[in-house]
């Protein structure tokens, strides 16, 4: 797989942009704050449907074009060109921001595959890419909400199924936390748990079970199948002096504890690859009827996939709260291109390769280590301020863009 072509209309600082992509390495050289990042966030929005930067899509559409959104439709809009299985396809985005109100602005946003409007659900997937970026240290870093959103956009690109379920059972969630906080506003006592709104909350459990078994069976495949490939490049990376785990940690655990045992330390390796889909089911809504009094006296739903942890430990030491700079920028390696290569076992294709300023956060070794890895890739794409980051040998064999003002031109070759 590998792009042929993207068209940007408002989006970010490009009022206008068209740009036909070569099947080979890409080295986009610019500045600070000439559109080098919002570049590489347009094409892997392709990929995803959302930014790596922002949770607002509203954030996305061209400043100057978004304060005219108060008096008259404005749409950012992203089409790209690219080659699947050998066949062309074409994907739009639509950011439509409309006046709403007084004063008001509300955005719709439409995807078209094939020129055909399709749910977004049904759109993600089409088109893949994998993208590191210096700020991704927060997924190891930062909060938990980081993680699950890193899964969550990881495994969206290969299973289209698991965004309509992600979906589901954030809906499912949303009522049944109305329901508990709704008893817990005129519980009095047991009698808020029983009859009619016992039984309502029953119905709840049912969804949220069934829709989170789901999710919780495919984090389990993923993480285990990630991190059999991030492990096997981590050992590479430091040269055998490290071994990379990533510890999965759900909300609600569906193995099962030996009695009278406390629950596993950290960075104790959990098998659950012999888990069945109906055995997570079950224990889920177990689980939830035996919590049922506690989470109507907190009004939330205190288990589930929406409170998941996801950890990434080097010999036994949690990177997130111990790691070096070193440490946190290796594993990141490590796991994108772990991500490459198990995209491209569950898809067929190689997704496209975005690295935002990697050069300048690797040392020598470490840069000598990424191109290696980026061999077997189809399609990549670097930006850089600094173009003597890369070795010569490999300069040359790359496409070199200079981007300036938004403006993308070829620099041509020497001699």
């Given amino acids: ?105 509300r955005l719709r946003k439409e995807v078209l595959v094939d020129e055909v409007k399709r749910p977004l659900h049904d759109s993600i997937g089409k088109f893949n890419a994998v993208i590191f970026v210096p700020q991704m240290s927060q997924i190891l870093e930062g909060s938990p909400e980081e993680r699950r959103r890193y899964l969550n956009l990881t495994i969206s690109q290969t299973n289209p199924a698991y965004v309509r379920t992600l979906s589901e059972y954030n809906q499912a969630l949303s009522q049944r936390n109305a329901l508990l906080k709704a008893l817990n506003d005129r519980r009095s006592g047991a009698s808020a748990s029983n009859g009619g709104n016992a039984q309502q909350l029953g119905v709840w459990d049912e ?21 059999r490939l991030a492990a096997r490049i981590h050992h590479e990376l430091t040269r055998g ?76 030491v949690d990177l997130g709260h111990y790691g070096s700079r070193g440490q946190i920028r290796t594993a990141l390696l490590a796991v994108k291109m772990a991500e490459v290569h198990w995209m491209k076992e569950h898809t067929g294709e190689w997704p496209l390769i975005l690295l935002d300023e990697v050069m300048a956060e690797l040392d020598l070794e470490r840069r000598a280590d990424l191109i290696k890895y980026l061999g077997e890739s189809e399609q990549v794409l670097f930006t850089t301020t600094d173009l003597n980051l890369f070795p010569a040998e490999f300069a040359a064999k790359a496409v070199i863009w200079d981007l300036k003002d938004g403006n993308v031109s070829r620099r041509k070759a020497k001699g």
Avoid: C
């Fill in 1 to 105: 797989m590998y792009l042929k072509h993207i068209s940007l209309t408002n989006f970010r600082n490009f009022t206008r942009l068209d740009l036909d992509f070569p099947r080979r390495v890409i080295v986009l050289v610019g500045s600070n704050a000439q559109g080098k990042t919002s570049l590489l966030e347009a094409v892997y929005y392709m990929a995803a449907f959302t930014s790596f930067q922002t949770h607002s899509d509203r954030q996305l559409v061209n400043f100057l074009a978004a304060r005219e959104a108060r008096k008259q439709v404005v749409v950012g809009r992203l089409v790209i060109d690219y080659q699947r299985a050998k066949s062309d396809h074409r994907l739009e985005a639509r950011l439509i921001m409309e006046p709403s109100g007084v004063n008001g602005m």
């Fill in 241 to 316: 002096k490290e071994v990379l785990r990533l510890s999965y940690q759900p909300a609600y655990d569906p193995l099962p504890k030996p009695q009278g045992q406390l629950g596993l330390e950290m960075d104790t390796p959990v098998d659950r690859s012999g888990l069945e889909l109906e055995d997570i089911r079950e224990g889920f809504i177990e689980s939830l009827t035996r919590l049922r009094k506690e989470e109507i006296a907190r009004g939330m739903t205190t288990i589930g996939p929406h409170r998941d942890e996801l950890r990434f430990l080097a010999n036994s």
């Fill in 207 to 227: 969804a949220l079970a069934r829709l989170g078994a789901k999710i919780i069976l495919w984090r389990i495949q993923a993480v285990q199948e990630i991190e």
